[in-house]
């Protein structure tokens, strides 16, 4: 016949009563998941799941599969990931909140600007020819308004 030992310990009346702590849920109640986080600041920087995946250098399904599920991408892409969506990893992670500006620019625009820098000099003159062309019919709109 077997002898079980048991040893009484300080946990056992704290077990009987129910007071044990269950696991830490990791999605928290009330709190968006990774991948809802992860989709809102993609569409805030504005980038398809396409663009964001050339950017970084991964396929767009798998932009799909990390907005879909609630754990993160491995962790070299985090960096990257915060990089490209113009927050940092904490932010990208949840342990902080995103600071939203009065007035957000225009990412996406701003991408397009960068891309314009580094065209030849006659091209450049040429897009912003057009540009100012679209300024001058809408502030002319804006004048016939008033």
């Given amino acids: 016949m077997k002898t079980k030992i048991l040893l009484y310990t300080q946990w056992h009346d704290i077990e009987e009563k129910g007071i044990i702590m269950s696991k830490r849920d990791p999605q928290l109640k009330g709190k968006e998941s990774f991948g ?8 805030a920087a504005g980038y398809s799941q396409r663009d964001l995946a050339k950017e970084i250098g991964i396929s767009q399904r798998m932009i799909a599969y990390y907005e879909k ?5 491995p962790t070299h892409l985090l960096p990257t990931l915060a990089k490209a969506l113009g927050v940092t990893a904490d932010q990208l992670l949840g342990s902080e909140t995103v600071k939203a ?9 701003w991408r397009r600007f960068s891309q314009i820098e580094k065209l030849d000099i006659k091209e450049k003159r040429q897009v912003i020819q057009l540009l100012d062309t679209f300024i001058e019919k809408e502030q002319l709109k804006q004048k016939a308004q008033i």
């Fill in 101 to 109: 500006a009065g007035k957000e620019k225009d990412n996406r625009l």
């Fill in 36 to 43: 809802e986080r992860m989709a809102q600041l993609r569409v």
């Fill in 69 to 73: 599920q609630t754990q993160h991408p």
